[in-house]
């Protein structure tokens, strides 16, 4: 009988059979909406506690912090509270309240800044005080090794080896960092494909960060081709797979779909697959399904 960490991973690589353009490619998205707190974090929300742990750094009476635009939140609370550990999440004003609500249900503390800079800066700060523990996602090799160590094989076992590019949205850029390490030993050919917001878009997940915030864990290196991708766009993408695919994800799924179908079109075979990173229900109090 597995315990409710034991079913994080292995999620399901579904075919796109509407949306795809090209019938010489297939196209797969990678449904992390599935894991059991609803999102890719949840592979990195416990790599990174579970090796702290193991290495010692924290023990049952360090209060956690970290900066958080939604997803990872919900999984280190969740994650904590299994370990017995507090943890504070920082968290823009704007997010959605499904996902406040849901990291106190977890049994987080929820603080509410303006921006998501602004929470960094805040945890970072909290993070060296007594008593407390920065796990910093953005600069932590424990959330690109989650991947690394699991959802990049996990790919490549169910394309059996196949996968011709790898699409994900780059936030904390974990999720591309792991992938790109696994894919590339494995097939050197193999192409890193990552989607970032146009110019003045604003989509939950993916980010433009200015060069003072860039995470520390991203190497440009691992990436061959980087998409923008325009909040109009995103947002019609992540409508269209609900209807038209049966894919309930957010926007920064719609951002990776679309950066994905583009490489499709352009191709005369291959495989793609793309990171659907989360569930279209924390998004229902947002204009994106309104």
């Known amino acids: 009988m597995a315990g409710i960490i034991d079913l994080i991973g292995n999620t399901p690589l579904v075919e796109l059979t509407k949306l795809n353009p090209n019938p010489n490619v297939k196209v797969f998205a990678k449904l992390e909406g599935n894991n059991p707190g609803g999102s890719v974090k949840d592979r990195a929300a416990f790599n990174m506690i579970s090796s702290a742990l193991e290495r010692g750094e924290i023990n049952k009476g360090t209060r956690l912090v970290e900066a ?88 490549w076992r169910d394309t059996n080896g196949g996968i011709t590019h790898f699409v994900s949205a780059m936030g904390t850029t974990g999720t591309i960092m792991g992938c790109s ?5 494995k097939n050197a050919d193999v192409q890193i494909v990552g989607c970032q917001p146009t110019e003045n878009s604003s989509i939950p ?13 991203f190497e440009a290196s691992r990436v061959d081709r980087t998409i923008d991708v325009s909040e109009a766009d995103a947002t ?15 926007m920064s799924t719609g951002g990776a779909c679309v950066a994905a179908l583009q490489v499709a079109a352009e191709l005369s075979e291959g495989t793609v697959v793309f990171i659907a990173c989360d569930r279209g229900d924390r998004y229902l109090s947002s204009p994106l399904f309104g």
Not at 205 to 217: C, D, F, H, M, Q
Not at 238 to 243: G, Q, S, T
């Open 68 to 155: 958080t635009s939604g997803n990872t939140g919900i999984a280190l609370a969740m994650i904590a509270n299994l370990f017995g550990l507090d943890i504070e999440l920082v968290m823009p004003a704007n997010s959605t309240r499904e996902r406040t609500l849901t990291m106190e249900a977890f049994g987080a503390t929820v603080t509410l800044l303006e921006n998501i800079e602004a929470c960094r800066d805040y945890a970072e700060a909290k993070g060296v005080t007594e008593g407390h523990f920065l796990l910093n996602q953005f600069a932590n090799s424990d959330n690109y090794m989650a991947h690394y160590k699991a959802t990049g094989p996990e790919i």
């Open 205 to 217: 997940g993916i980010r433009r960060w200015e060069p003072a915030y860039l995470p520390k864990i």
């Open 181 to 185: 390490r696994y894919l590339k030993e």
């Open 236 to 250: 019609q993408m992540a409508r269209k797979l609900a209807r038209e695919e049966g894919i309930f994800a957010g």
